[in-house]
């Protein structure tokens, strides 16, 4: 695994990334990893936004309603998620109801799980990159 130190440094300063990225690396590797190892270059993480981007963009049918409004509605959401294979990123972007638009003028640079610094969705449902503007189901302020 290529190691990018100069980003690595950055994303381990940040305690919520290092989580998230131990987490994404998992989800590759399928292995548990040492702290040390989970250590993976910028590019990597900016290529899987990019595939996002370009599968949203292409106009991937993802499941935008119902808004859950009530926190028993949203772990409904947050539980189908968990059961989703961990690579099955598409899977995950569909029942998450992704958009790679704000909706209702709400957008992930709003939400409380978005970590400004990695562009990345902290919850480990999704833990995902994402983009400030998108949205999904779970936004929540
Ligand atoms: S929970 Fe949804 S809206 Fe919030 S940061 Fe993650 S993807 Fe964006």
Known sequence: MSVDKENAELMLN????????????????????????FVVSKSTIDQLRETFAAVLAEGLQTQLEPIPETLKNREKVANGLR???REDYRKK????????????????????????????????????????HWWCLLWRI
């Open 14 to 37: 940040d305690s919520r990334i290092s989580l998230q990225l131990q987490l994404y690396l998992e989800m590759k590797t399928g292995a548990r990893l040492a702290k040390q190892e």
């Open 83 to 85: 059961e989703i294979d």
């Open 93 to 132: 972007l569909i029942v998450a109801g992704f958009a790679d638009h704000p909706i209702w003028e709400n957008s992930c640079a709003q939400c409380m799980y978005y970590v400004v610094s990695g562009r990345w969705c902290a919850p480990p449902e999704i833990a995902l990159p994402v983009e400030p």
